[in-house]
């Protein structure tokens, strides 16, 4: 279990640039980093039981994490 937060500068080093531009330009892939930000503050308050969670919706929590990463990570490759 990770009590570390995933930030999309550490999990896209060198795109942040890359992900303001696109995020100002796109309001679709806005609202994916909007989403992934949101739940990956669910995530971290899950974890560190500052909002206790059962395993099954910390495992929920964690797949929209990684769906909503790998999207944001095809729309930076199509980019």
């Known amino acids: 279990m990770s009590h570390t937060p995933h930030e999309l500068s550490e ?9 303001h531009a696109l995020k100002s330009r796109d309001t679709h892939f806005a609202h994916l980093v909007d989403s992934y930000h949101e739940v990956n503050r669910a995530v971290h308050r899950a974890e560190t039981d500052v909002e ?5 919706r910390i495992t929920d929590l964690r797949k929209q994490r990684m769906r909503l990463k ?3 990570a095809s729309a930076l490759s199509e980019a």
Do not use: V
């Open 11 to 19: 999990d896209f080093p060198g795109q942040a640039e890359a992900i």
């Open 52 to 56: 206790p969670a059962s395993d099954a």
């Open 70 to 72: 790998d999207e944001i």
